[in-house]
C-alpha cells in the first residue's frame, strides 16, 4: 500500500489547509492531517508550528500548509493541489492543460488573499481590532469591485468551455478550489456574494455540482471538515459587507 | 522553425510580464513582446487591455501578463514560468522537483504582491496618494518583519542544498524570479533591503550569479529591459522605506 500523504496545517482554521483536504478527500487519497492528530500521536499546532519556525527537518518551508511524502516536503496551497491533482486524475493530462489549471487556481490564490486582506489590510500580525479602520476602507472595494470582477471571470471560463468544469476535460483541483472559496464568500459576505453571483448562473451552478459528488458530500458530512470561524480568511464581519 | 511565443504585458512597467521575459530571455526561447510593439504592427497598450477588458479571443484572463503560444492562451506569472521553465530545462525534470520550483515562485509571487501592496494597502485602483496614510502605516510591517523574513527563508532553501541556486539541480526559474524581486526590493526599499540583506550572503550571491550569465547580462544591456519606475509593483517613495 502506498505511504500516506501527511498534511501539516493550523487545526482550527480551514484556512488555506481546506483547499488541500478538498483535493485529497476528492482523489480518496489515503492522509494523516497531522494538525488535527492528538499531541500523543505528534499531532497539533506544535507539530505544523515547526514549519513555521523553520525547525522541521527536509526541505524548507515558508509557511503551512506543508504536505508531506516519503521524501517529499512541499508548500505552497496552489503548488500542492497541482502536484495532487497530477498524479490524481483531477488535471488534464498535457503540460499545457495543468498549466491552464494552475492559473485558474492561481487566481483563486489571488481571491483569497484580497478577501483575507479586507480584515487584515495592515499586517497579518495584528489584531484585526487594530486595523478595524483601514478594513472599513478596503472591504468596499473588495465587495463592490473584486468579488463581482473574480465571479465574472470564472462565468466567463465556464462559458468558454461550454462544459461542467472549469477545464474542458472535466472536474479538476481548480473546481474543488473554487467551490471552497465560493464557500469563504458566501459566509463572510453574504449580502455581496448574494448580489453578485446573480449574475453568473454556470459559477452558482458549479458550486452545487462539486458539493454534491458523493466524497465531496460525505466529507463535508463528516467531522474531518473545519467549519469557517472568526480566525480564518473568511471571516464574517458584517461591517465589511455590502448594506 | 517553432512558432514564437508571444508576450501580453503593459509597455510602460516592468511588472509582472519582466518575471515572464527573464525565463524567455534565458532560455533563448524566441517571443514578441507584443504589449511594446508599434501600434502598426499590432501592439501597444490596446493590445494588452484586450485582455484586460476580457475582449480577446481564446481561453478567458483574468489580468495580464500573458502568454500566447499556438492555441495555448496562458495567464498568471507563476504559471507561465513554470510552464516555460519546465519546457525550456529551466526546472528539474520530475515531477516533485516541478512542484518544490513552482512552490518557491509562488513564494516570490506572495512577496511580490505585499510589496506592492505597501503602496496600495486600500486598492489597485486608487492612487497611492488617496491611501498614503494607510501605506505609510502598512510600509513598516513589510520593510521590518516581512522583507527579512522572506530573505531568511531563501537563504535557508540555498543553505539546505548547499548549492549555487535555488533547486538542487541548477538553475531554474525560481532563481530568475527572485532575481528580479531583489531588484525591485533593492530599488523600492534601499535602505531596509541592504540592511536585512547583510545576513543573507548566499541570496546576494545568487542574485549577482544570475546578473552575469550571459544571456542575462546581455538582456539587462539591452533596452528590451523594462527599467523600474513610479508606476509598477516596486516604486521608491522614501517614505515607506526605513529610516
Known amino acids: 500500500m502506498a505511504t500516506p500523504y501527511e498534511l501539516y496545517y ?3 482554521i480551514p484556512g488555506r489547509g481546506e483547499f488541500v483536504r478538498l ?3 476528492e482523489a480518496a487519497a489515503p492522509y494523516r492531517d497531522v494538525g488535527r492528530l492528538p499531541a500523543e500521536e ?3 499546532t506544535p507539530a505544523v508550528a515547526k514549519y513555521w519556525a523553520a525547525q522541521a527537518e ?3 518551508v ?3 500548509p506543508v504536505l508531506k511524502h516519503d521524501a517529499l516536503v512541499l508548500s505552497q496551497t ?3 493541489c497541482h ?3 497530477c498524479r490524481h486524475d483531477l488535471a488534464p493530462r498535457d503540460a499545457a492543460g495543468q498549466a491552464l489549471t494552475l492559473a485558474l487556481q492561481l487566481t483563486i490564490a489571488d481571491l483569497v488573499v484580497e478577501a483575507h486582506d479586507t480584515h487584515h489590510p495592515i499586517s497579518a500580525w495584528l489584531y484585526y481590532e487594530d486595523q478595524q479602520d483601514e478594513a472599513r476602507r478596503r472591504a468596499p472595494h473588495f465587495v463592490t469591485e473584486r468579488i463581482p470582477r473574480f465571479l465574472q471571470y470564472f462565468e466567463r471560463v465556464l462559458t468558454h468551455h461550454g462544459g461542467d468544469f472549469l477545464v474542458a476535460e472535466g472536474l479538476s483541483h481548480a473546481d474543488l478550489g473554487l467551490f471552497q472559496a465560493l464557500e469563504g464568500l458566501d459566509h463572510a459576505f ?3 456574494f448574494a448580489k453578485a453571483s446573480r449574475a453568473t448562473p454556470r459559477v452558482v451552478a458549479l458550486r452545487e455540482r462539486v458539493r454534491e459528488r458523493p466524497r465531496i458530500a460525505a466529507y463535508l458530512a463528516s467531522e474531518r471538515r473545519v467549519p469557517f470561524n472568526q480566525e480564518g480568511i473568511f471571516r464574517r464581519y458584517p461591517e465589511l459587507d455590502a448594506d
Chains 1, 2 share one sequence.
Open 10 to 12: 493550523w487545526p482550527n
Open 62 to 64: 515558508f509557511a503551512p
Open 42 to 44: 505528534g499531532g497539533g
Open 23 to 25: 483535493v485529497l478527500e
Open 58 to 60: 527536509g526541505h524548507p
Open 78 to 80: 496552489a503548488a500542492i
Open 83 to 85: 502536484f495532487l491533482g
Open 190 to 192: 453574504p449580502r455581496s
